[in-house]
């Protein structure tokens, strides 16, 4: 639901650009097949260009812009917090203002298509009530009608309705008029033109570019009857008369759709100057702004060449290390398994299970890399460890993709959420909602794996193993029961666009993350190894100290008994240096995060004045 509002808003805003430099600079020029094909362009690019991400390695300012509103947008659009939404089985529940909005602009598409198709069926009706005529004038692919229940000539598609009573010179001038429209094929443009109206509705400059379309494709069939050799004075005398005559169906193209004043200025004006038409060169601009608007920033890499290069900056952290810390634990007694129930809120780390790789050293981290290139190449957007935004492929109808068991080469490799065995909930399948899923992948591509298709949670796919998958062993998982709680309701924390803020000090910079407890006894884990600060005009990258209270920067334990309130955990970096502006929170696995001005999240201590 919120993609498909953020898109219809891209569309609009889209529309309206192009058309009101059209307005500016093309409206009153000569060019009409010009003018003509400028208009049909901006239908076309403007609903186009919201659907195409390209990939840049660091977002242009438009850019940042435009994620921050769809973040903004995605985050209004649901009821409860999306840290919360990314770690449950459960789908997320749209807030009341989509569901009304989706209601009343649902209501006013039904309505323009109503109305539409009456004027089409009335025109079917009007053409079967008309007898044919025959006419050297007119090609075989068209066909002429008479009728004497209109008083205007009309046409539509391949038919040409004259009334009763033409004859001679008005009757060549008129039907020469409609089959112009016939051969130029302007039902066609109007088709398109009437689709763009009714779906943007709401939109002004949806129906004045319908207006103008209309004008161009007369100025057109106006050109064309002045240059079959018509006289341009009986002509104009015509169009005078007809001005008075009753409009035909809003579907056709009428001899008097379009104001008689404008055109008679059109044919009695001089031809623009050839120069004027390198006006239309105001779309390359416009174009290159949507598509930067539009773009995707992301970093596409080699897999191995990133995690070597992770690997000489971390040395512990690399997946040989992990993987050889892992084979050391397992002749440890197990640790105690966490409680069913109760999954872990936002920062989750996903859990491996005792079942040995198939192939190969492929620790956790590297699996975690594959799945984040193959979810960045299918257009999905992370929001969190193993959880995705947008529409994966057409088989997908969820907004909020979950990864459940990950196989590799039609093995188990791993599971990411401990519930993910669970079955779909009723509404899991529908649009809108969350939906878990266990991805498939291959050897194979640029980067050495590629996906070989998503399976639903209780569908078909691979069998999953017997054996359940055993908690990692290690200490038992500690009670954090010394969680400072901020003095924050529910909705106010909803309202905040970002879940966190900043306070400065002389000698360090505190991260401060809030995290919603919506279980009586919930699991919280926090990284800190890979999180870091990063200046977005340098590059420079502040890593994280500590999280303050507990000395390291990895934590994982449960609080008990503190649902419903807003708690906070304090992240430790260095001090900023003092020209940072625009900043970015984010850990090493993330492709893409929004970018933030500094004095948007920062909160300065309080003073203690005596």
Same mark, same amino acid.
């Given at each position: 639901?919120?993609?498909?509002?953020?898109?219809?808003?891209? +569309?609009?805003?889209?529309?309206?650009?192009?058309?009101?430099?059209?307005?500016?600079?093309?409206?009153?020029?000569?060019?009409?097949?010009?003018?003509?094909?400028?208009?049909?362009?901006?239908?076309?690019?403007?609903?186009?260009?919201?659907?195409?991400?390209? /990939?840049?390695?660091?977002?242009?300012?438009?850019?940042?812009?435009?994620?921050?509103?769809?973040?903004?947008?995605?985050?209004?659009?649901?009821?409860?917090?999306?840290?919360?939404?990314?770690?449950?089985?459960?789908?997320?529940?749209?807030?009341? +203002?989509?569901?009304?909005?989706?209601?009343?602009?649902?209501?006013?598409?039904?309505?323009?298509?109503?109305?539409?198709?009456?004027?089409?069926?009335?025109? +079917?009706?009007?053409?079967?009530?008309?007898?044919?005529?025959?006419?050297?004038?007119?090609?075989?692919?068209?066909?002429?009608?008479?009728?004497?229940?209109?008083?205007?000539?009309?046409?539509?598609?391949?038919?040409?309705?004259?009334?009763?009573?033409?004859?001679?010179?008005?009757?060549?001038?008129?039907?020469?008029?409609?089959?112009?429209?016939?051969?130029?094929?302007?039902?066609?443009?109007?088709?398109?033109?009437?689709?763009?109206? *009714?779906?943007?509705?709401?939109?002004?400059?949806?129906?004045?570019?319908?207006?103008?379309?209309?004008?161009?494709?007369?100025?057109?069939?106006?050109?064309?009857?002045?240059?079959?050799?018509?006289?341009?004075?009986?002509?104009?005398?015509?169009?005078?008369?007809?001005?008075?005559?009753?409009?035909?169906?809003? %579907?056709?193209?009428?001899?008097?759709?379009?104001?008689?004043?404008?055109?008679?200025?059109?044919?009695?004006?001089?031809?623009?100057?050839?120069?004027?038409?390198?006006?239309?060169?105001?779309?390359?601009?416009?174009?290159?702004?949507?598509?930067?608007?539009?773009?995707?920033?992301?970093?596409?890499?080699?897999?191995?060449?990133?995690?070597?290069?992770?690997?000489?900056?971390?040395?512990?952290?690399?997946?040989?290390?992990?993987? /050889?810390?892992?084979?050391?634990?397992?002749?440890?007694?197990?640790?105690?398994?966490?409680?069913?129930?109760?999954?872990?809120?936002?920062?989750?780390?996903?859990?491996?299970?005792?079942?040995?790789?198939?192939?190969?050293?492929?620790?956790?981290?590297?699996?975690?890399?594959?799945?984040?290139?193959?979810?960045?190449?299918?257009?999905?957007?992370?929001?969190?460890?193993?959880?995705?935004?947008?529409?994966?492929?057409?088989?997908?109808?969820?907004?909020?993709?979950?990864?459940?068991?990950?196989?590799?080469?039609?093995?188990?490799? $791993?599971?990411?959420?401990?519930?993910?065995?669970?079955?779909?909930?009723?509404?899991?399948?529908?649009?809108?909602?969350?939906?878990?899923?266990?991805?498939?992948?291959? *050897?194979?591509?640029?980067?050495?794996?590629?996906?070989?298709?998503?399976?639903?949670?209780?569908?078909?796919?691979?069998?999953?193993? %017997?054996?359940?998958?055993?908690?990692?062993?290690?200490?038992?998982?500690?009670?954090?029961?010394?969680?400072?709680?901020?003095?924050?309701? $529910?909705? /106010? =924390?909803?309202?905040?666009?970002?879940?966190?803020?900043?306070?400065?000090?002389?000698?360090?910079?505190?991260?401060?993350?809030?995290?919603?407890?919506?279980?009586?006894?919930?699991?919280?884990?926090?990284?800190?190894?890979?999180?870091?600060?990063?200046?977005?005009?340098?590059?420079?990258?502040?890593?994280?100290?500590?999280?303050?209270?507990?000395?390291?920067?990895?934590?994982?334990? =449960?609080?008990?008994?503190?649902?419903?309130?807003?708690?906070?955990?304090?992240?430790?970096?260095?001090?900023?240096?003092?020209?940072?502006?625009?900043?970015?929170?984010?850990?090493?696995?993330?492709?893409?995060?929004?970018?933030?001005?500094?004095?948007?999240?920062?909160? *300065?201590?309080?003073?203690?004045?005596?």
């Amino acid at each position: 639901m919120a993609a498909a509002i953020i898109y219809i808003i891209k +569309w609009a805003v889209a529309l309206t650009l192009f058309h009101s430099l059209y307005g500016l600079f093309m409206r009153r020029e000569t060019f009409h097949a010009l003018n003509r094909a400028v208009l049909i362009f901006i239908l076309v690019a403007s609903a186009a260009l919201p659907l195409c991400h390209i /990939e840049t390695s660091r977002p242009s300012p438009i850019a940042e812009a435009t994620a921050s509103a769809e973040t903004f947008i995605i985050e209004q659009a649901y009821d409860e917090p999306a840290t919360t939404a990314a770690t449950t089985t459960q789908p997320p529940r749209l807030a009341l +203002w989509p569901r009304l909005l989706a209601m009343a602009y649902a209501a006013g598409v039904a309505v323009g298509w109503l109305a539409y198709m009456r004027s089409l069926a009335s025109l +079917w009706m009007l053409m079967a009530r008309s007898r044919r005529i025959r006419t050297a004038a007119a090609p075989r692919s068209a066909s002429v009608l008479v009728s004497g229940r209109i008083t205007v000539a009309c046409s539509w598609m391949r038919w040409v309705i004259l009334p009763e009573g033409l004859e001679g010179r008005q009757l060549r001038s008129v039907l020469t008029h409609e089959l112009s429209h016939v051969r130029l094929g302007h039902s066609w443009d109007m088709l398109l033109c009437e689709f763009t109206a *009714r779906m943007l509705w709401f939109l002004p400059s949806a129906w004045l570019l319908r207006k103008d379309l209309r004008d161009v494709h007369e100025y057109q069939a106006d050109s064309h009857v002045l240059a079959s050799g018509i006289d341009s004075d009986s002509y104009l005398r015509l169009l005078i008369a007809a001005a008075a005559g009753s409009s035909a169906s809003p %579907a056709a193209n009428a001899f008097n759709h379009s104001p008689i004043k404008k055109r008679l200025y059109m044919m009695c004006r001089k031809p623009s100057a050839k120069a004027a038409a390198l006006k239309a060169a105001y779309l390359l601009p416009i174009v290159g702004m949507a598509v930067a608007a539009f773009a995707r920033p992301t970093i596409v890499a080699d897999i191995g060449q990133r995690l070597a290069t992770e690997e000489a900056e971390a040395p512990l952290l690399s997946p040989k290390a992990l993987n /050889e810390a892992v084979a050391g634990a397992t002749a440890q007694p197990p640790a105690e398994a966490a409680e069913p129930g109760t999954p872990a809120v936002d920062e989750p780390q996903p859990e491996p299970v005792a079942e040995p790789a198939p192939t190969e050293d492929f620790s956790t981290d590297r699996a975690i890399h594959v799945v984040d290139s193959i979810a960045q190449g299918l257009g999905m957007s992370k929001i969190g460890s193993g959880t995705y935004l947008r529409r994966a492929e057409g088989s997908i109808h969820a907004d909020t993709i979950r990864i459940g068991e990950i196989y590799l080469d039609g093995s188990f490799l $791993l599971r990411f959420n401990k519930n993910a065995a669970a079955k779909p909930t009723r509404r899991s399948g529908g649009q809108g909602n969350a939906q878990t899923f266990n991805v498939h992948i291959k *050897r194979g591509g640029p980067t050495g794996y590629t996906c070989a298709g998503f399976s639903p949670v209780g569908g078909d796919g691979p069998a999953k193993p %017997a054996d359940k998958p055993q908690a990692a062993p290690g200490k038992p998982v500690r009670e954090l029961d010394d969680t400072e709680i901020v003095p924050l309701t $529910l909705s /106010e =924390y909803r309202r905040m666009h970002h879940k966190y803020w900043i306070e400065t000090y002389p000698d360090e910079t505190h991260l401060v993350m809030l995290k919603y407890v919506d279980r009586d006894r919930q699991l919280f884990r926090l990284d800190g190894v890979t999180r870091y600060i990063e200046d977005r005009k340098t590059g420079d990258r502040y890593m994280c100290r500590g999280i303050k209270g507990y000395g390291k920067t990895q934590l994982e334990g =449960y609080i008990t008994g503190r649902k419903g309130s807003i708690v906070k955990f304090t992240l430790i970096f260095p001090p900023l240096d003092k020209h940072v502006e625009t900043i970015a929170v984010r850990k090493k696995d993330e492709r893409s995060v929004t970018p933030v001005r500094l004095d948007d999240v920062i909160r *300065r201590p309080a003073k203690i004045i005596r």
